[in-house]
């Protein structure tokens, strides 16, 4: 079933994966050609996730909160992110 432009959450099967790969092929198999990257997807999934966007074997449609995941609470998921009145943090949310 082709789920067209449709896109579906890593967050559905992140916690069950070691290998991006892995994770992003369980969800191609639901139909799916695009996905939204959640902010548990660490560097490691990231790095076999990589090739199949620049291959086209994946869309991306969006990323969720801070992405690739990083331990910092002032970029969790409670930050205000881009509404911090910190120039610094602010501008760090922007990068992240």
């Not at 997807?41 to 199949?52: A, S």
Request: proline share 3%; glycine share 6%.
């Amino acid at each position: 079933m082709d789920m067209g432009d449709y896109s579906f959450s890593t967050c559905w099967n992140v916690k069950k994966h070691q290998i991006g790969r892995e994770m992003i092929e369980e969800i191609k198999e639901l139909g799916f050609r695009f996905v939204e990257l959640n902010y548990n997807v660490t560097d490691e999934l990231l790095k076999t996730i990589e090739p199949m966007i620049e291959k086209g074997k994946i869309g991306i449609s969006s990323v969720h909160n801070v992405f690739p995941f990083i331990d910092d609470p002032d970029y969790d998921t409670d930050s205000v992110m881009l509404g911090f009145e910190d120039e610094m943090k602010r501008s760090r949310a922007v990068e992240l």
